[in-house]
């Protein structure tokens, strides 16, 4: 973040593109990403390294799908959410035209 700070953004060499959108999924998915990396590390320490680079895999897929517009975190927040678990799971998406855990669109 600090090299988009002070060097990208004064620059000019890429636009940001906010939108419109709740942070709570966002900060949930991460949540899920960090204890997901913490797993792997986790088995490949203890010697379950097929499990370990398996599930580095996947999270590697993740972040990729995640860069065209869809977050599988945000889609299990609106998940948890739909099922009408309270406390943390009580946003709803902010474009409701939008498959659930896409990008919203720009206003």
Known sequence: SLLYR???????????????????????????????????????????????WIIVGVLIALTAISYAGWCVGCYMYYQLNRLGLGGFFKHSPTDKTVIIGARPRKK
Do not use: C, E, M
């Not at 953004?9 to 709570?24: A, E, G, M, T």
């Open 6 to 52: 002070w060097i990208i953004k004064p620059l000019k060499i890429i636009k940001s593109d906010y939108r419109l959108d709740n942070i709570q999924p966002h900060k949930f998915g991460q949540l899920i990403g960090a204890i997901t990396v913490v797993l792997a590390l986790v088995l490949i320490q203890f010697g379950y390294t097929t499990a370990g």
